[in-house]
Protein backbone atom coordinates (compact mmCIF):
# COMPACT_ATOMS: atom_id res chain seq x y z
CA UNK A 1 0.00 0.00 0.00
CA UNK A 2 1.45 3.12 -0.98
CA UNK A 3 1.21 6.19 0.82
CA UNK A 4 -0.45 9.04 -0.78
CA UNK A 5 -2.84 12.26 0.41
CA UNK A 6 -5.89 10.37 -0.70
CA UNK A 7 -5.43 7.00 1.14
CA UNK A 8 -4.67 8.68 4.85
CA UNK A 9 -6.61 11.71 6.39
CA UNK A 10 -4.17 13.58 9.91
CA UNK A 11 -6.57 14.21 12.75
CA UNK A 12 -7.02 13.95 16.28
CA UNK A 13 -8.26 11.11 19.18
CA UNK A 14 -10.98 11.95 21.25
CA UNK A 15 -11.13 9.99 24.78
CA UNK A 16 -13.90 7.32 23.61
CA UNK A 17 -10.76 6.42 21.06
CA UNK A 18 -8.08 5.91 23.97
CA UNK A 19 -8.68 2.37 23.95
CA UNK A 20 -8.74 1.76 20.31
CA UNK A 21 -5.14 3.76 19.98
CA UNK A 22 -3.53 1.39 23.12
CA UNK A 23 -4.57 -1.92 20.43
CA UNK A 24 -3.18 -0.45 17.96
CA UNK A 25 -0.32 0.38 19.43
CA UNK A 26 0.15 -2.72 21.16
CA UNK A 27 -0.36 -5.05 18.47
CA UNK A 28 1.96 -2.52 16.13
CA UNK A 29 4.64 -3.25 18.26
CA UNK A 30 4.11 -7.02 18.49
CA UNK A 31 4.16 -7.12 15.06
CA UNK A 32 7.15 -5.06 14.60
CA UNK A 33 9.31 -6.97 16.81
CA UNK A 34 7.60 -9.83 15.77
CA UNK A 35 6.78 -11.36 19.08
CA UNK A 36 4.99 -14.79 17.97
CA UNK A 37 4.83 -15.79 22.12
CA UNK A 38 3.01 -12.46 22.84
CA UNK A 39 0.17 -14.01 24.64
CA UNK A 40 -3.77 -12.24 25.75
CA UNK A 41 -2.18 -12.38 29.50
CA UNK A 42 0.81 -10.44 27.77
CA UNK A 43 -1.53 -8.20 26.23
CA UNK A 44 -4.02 -7.42 28.88
CA UNK A 45 -1.03 -6.46 31.28
CA UNK A 46 0.29 -3.79 29.09
CA UNK A 47 -2.74 -2.54 27.92
CA UNK A 48 -4.01 -2.10 31.67
CA UNK A 49 -0.62 0.04 32.13
CA UNK A 50 -0.96 2.01 28.76
CA UNK A 51 -4.43 2.79 29.40
CA UNK A 52 -3.98 3.33 32.86
CA UNK A 53 -0.97 5.93 32.08
CA UNK A 54 -2.86 7.77 29.45
CA UNK A 55 -6.20 8.13 30.93
CA UNK A 56 -3.84 10.59 33.59
CA UNK A 57 -2.40 12.27 30.83
CA UNK A 58 -4.99 12.68 28.14
CA UNK A 59 -6.98 16.06 29.29
CA UNK A 60 -3.48 17.93 29.49
CA UNK A 61 -2.61 16.10 25.64
CA UNK A 62 -3.03 16.04 22.38
CA UNK A 63 -2.64 13.29 20.30
CA UNK A 64 -2.19 13.10 16.41
CA UNK A 65 -3.61 10.12 14.21
CA UNK A 66 -3.58 9.29 10.68
CA UNK A 67 -6.44 6.91 9.81
CA UNK A 68 -7.65 5.32 6.54
CA UNK A 69 -10.12 6.66 4.31
CA UNK A 70 -11.31 3.53 3.16
CA UNK A 71 -12.10 2.08 7.10
CA UNK A 72 -11.16 4.82 9.07
CA UNK A 73 -8.74 2.73 11.11
CA UNK A 74 -5.26 4.10 12.92
CA UNK A 75 -2.25 3.75 11.02
CA UNK A 76 0.10 6.13 13.17
CA UNK A 77 -0.07 7.90 16.18
CA UNK A 78 1.78 10.38 18.58
CA UNK A 79 1.24 12.03 21.93
CA UNK A 80 2.53 15.72 23.17
CA UNK A 81 1.99 16.30 26.83
CA UNK A 82 1.87 19.65 28.82
CA UNK A 83 3.27 18.50 31.84
CA UNK A 84 2.31 19.84 35.27
CA UNK A 85 5.97 19.25 36.81
CA UNK A 86 3.58 17.15 39.41
CA UNK A 87 2.01 14.26 37.75
CA UNK A 88 4.78 11.19 37.42
CA UNK A 89 5.46 10.85 34.40
CA UNK A 90 7.10 7.49 32.67
CA UNK A 91 10.46 8.54 32.03
CA UNK A 92 10.66 9.18 36.53
CA UNK A 93 9.16 5.54 36.63
CA UNK A 94 11.55 3.60 34.54
CA UNK A 95 14.74 5.44 34.85
CA UNK A 96 14.31 6.84 38.49
CA UNK A 97 15.14 10.74 37.22
CA UNK A 98 13.61 12.99 40.27
CA UNK A 99 11.04 15.64 39.26
CA UNK A 100 14.76 18.13 40.21
CA UNK A 101 16.44 16.95 37.64
CA UNK A 102 14.18 17.83 35.05
CA UNK A 103 13.41 21.15 36.58
CA UNK A 104 15.98 23.26 34.57
CA UNK A 105 16.29 26.78 35.34
CA UNK A 106 15.13 29.15 32.57
CA UNK A 107 13.09 26.67 31.51
CA UNK A 108 9.03 27.38 31.90
CA UNK A 109 6.98 25.18 30.09
CA UNK A 110 7.90 21.11 29.80
CA UNK A 111 6.04 18.87 27.80
CA UNK A 112 6.27 15.03 27.59
CA UNK A 113 5.91 12.77 24.39
CA UNK A 114 4.67 9.46 23.27
CA UNK A 115 2.96 6.74 21.59
CA UNK A 116 4.70 7.47 18.39
CA UNK A 117 4.26 4.95 16.02
CA UNK A 118 3.92 4.15 12.19
CA UNK A 119 2.18 0.66 11.05
CA UNK A 120 4.63 -1.18 9.04
CA UNK A 121 1.83 -1.61 6.73
CA UNK A 122 2.31 1.59 5.48
CA UNK A 123 5.26 1.26 2.77
CA UNK A 124 5.39 4.03 0.62
CA UNK A 125 6.85 7.54 1.68
CA UNK A 126 7.32 7.34 5.49
CA UNK A 127 9.26 9.84 6.05
CA UNK A 128 5.96 12.55 5.16
CA UNK A 129 3.92 10.60 7.44
CA UNK A 130 6.67 10.63 9.99
CA UNK A 131 7.66 14.30 9.49
CA UNK A 132 3.99 15.60 9.60
CA UNK A 133 3.23 13.85 13.22
CA UNK A 134 6.43 15.54 14.85
CA UNK A 135 5.86 18.87 13.11
CA UNK A 136 1.91 18.53 14.84
CA UNK A 137 3.43 17.17 18.28
CA UNK A 138 6.56 19.77 18.15
CA UNK A 139 4.92 22.91 17.13
CA UNK A 140 3.65 23.62 20.16
CA UNK A 141 6.80 23.93 22.62
CA UNK A 142 8.68 25.33 19.95
CA UNK A 143 6.10 28.34 19.28
CA UNK A 144 5.17 29.19 23.39
CA UNK A 145 9.32 28.62 23.91
CA UNK A 146 11.47 28.17 26.74
CA UNK A 147 10.24 24.60 26.88
CA UNK A 148 11.56 21.43 27.55
CA UNK A 149 10.07 17.85 26.01
CA UNK A 150 11.02 14.93 27.80
CA UNK A 151 10.72 11.21 26.29
CA UNK A 152 11.70 7.70 26.66
CA UNK A 153 12.77 7.04 23.39
CA UNK A 154 13.62 4.00 21.13
CA UNK A 155 17.38 4.30 20.60
CA UNK A 156 16.51 4.16 16.27
CA UNK A 157 13.89 6.54 16.79
CA UNK A 158 16.68 9.29 18.52
CA UNK A 159 19.13 8.74 15.52
CA UNK A 160 15.88 9.59 12.91
CA UNK A 161 15.65 12.57 15.25
CA UNK A 162 19.11 13.85 14.44
CA UNK A 163 19.28 12.73 10.94
CA UNK A 164 16.47 15.05 11.04
CA UNK A 165 18.59 17.74 12.95
CA UNK A 166 16.57 17.56 16.15
CA UNK A 167 19.82 16.99 18.98
CA UNK A 168 18.87 15.53 22.31
CA UNK A 169 20.47 14.98 25.48
CA UNK A 170 20.75 11.55 27.31
CA UNK A 171 19.66 11.69 30.88
CA UNK A 172 20.55 8.21 31.94
CA UNK A 173 21.80 4.70 29.97
CA UNK A 174 19.17 3.19 28.26
CA UNK A 175 17.06 -0.02 28.94
CA UNK A 176 15.18 -2.23 27.56
CA UNK A 177 11.35 -0.96 27.30
CA UNK A 178 8.66 -2.41 25.23
CA UNK A 179 11.04 -4.70 23.39
CA UNK A 180 13.08 -1.66 22.18
CA UNK A 181 16.67 -0.35 23.88
CA UNK A 182 15.37 2.96 25.00
CA UNK A 183 16.80 5.89 26.11
CA UNK A 184 15.48 8.31 28.55
CA UNK A 185 16.37 11.97 26.75
CA UNK A 186 15.33 15.78 26.44
CA UNK A 187 14.79 17.65 23.57
CA UNK A 188 14.83 21.67 23.81
CA UNK A 189 12.20 23.75 22.43
CA UNK A 190 15.06 25.72 20.67
CA UNK A 191 16.37 22.92 19.36
CA UNK A 192 13.37 22.62 17.35
CA UNK A 193 14.35 25.58 15.01
CA UNK A 194 16.21 24.05 12.13
CA UNK A 195 13.18 21.32 11.84
CA UNK A 196 10.22 23.56 12.20
CA UNK A 197 11.52 26.22 9.66
CA UNK A 198 12.28 23.77 7.18
CA UNK A 199 8.90 22.19 7.30
CA UNK A 200 6.69 24.43 8.10
CA UNK A 201 6.16 25.39 4.25
CA UNK A 202 4.78 22.07 3.94
CA UNK A 203 3.73 20.76 6.98
CA UNK A 204 1.67 23.96 8.98
CA UNK A 205 -2.17 23.77 9.12
CA UNK A 206 -4.68 26.76 10.51
CA UNK A 207 -5.06 23.79 13.09
CA UNK A 208 -1.36 23.96 14.55
CA UNK A 209 -2.45 27.38 16.25
CA UNK A 210 -5.55 26.34 17.37
CA UNK A 211 -3.85 23.79 19.43
CA UNK A 212 -0.95 26.25 20.58
CA UNK A 213 -4.15 27.95 22.32
CA UNK A 214 -5.11 25.20 23.71
CA UNK A 215 -1.43 24.90 25.33
CA UNK A 216 -1.64 28.46 26.64
CA UNK A 217 -4.78 27.50 28.45
CA UNK A 218 -3.21 24.69 30.31
CA UNK A 219 -0.44 26.60 31.17
CA UNK A 220 -2.51 29.10 32.82
CA UNK A 221 -4.40 26.47 34.46
CA UNK A 222 -1.72 25.17 36.21
CA UNK A 223 0.18 28.17 37.03
CA UNK A 224 -3.01 29.07 38.89
CA UNK A 225 -3.76 25.86 40.74
CA UNK A 226 -0.03 26.04 41.55
CA UNK A 227 -0.21 29.35 43.17
CA UNK A 228 -4.13 28.09 45.08
CA UNK A 229 -2.12 25.85 46.35
Not at 1 to 17: D, G, H, Q, R, V
Not at 78 to 84: A, F, G, M, N
Not at 201 to 211: A, E, M, P, R, V
Request: some cysteine.
Amino acid sequence: MNWTPENYYFTKLNSAELPELIHFYLITLQKHYKLDKYSKEDYDVDYNALIGEDSVFFDQSIYYVLRSKINHEIHASIRITYWDKETCLPIQKLFGIKTEDLLIPGVHNFWHIGRFVIAGKIIGNRINILKKMLFDAFYGPYSLGDGLIIAECDRKVVNTLRKLEIESYQLGDPIIYFYSETLPIYIKSGWLETFIQKNKLSQYSTGNDSDIQKFVTMSKTILLDSKNN
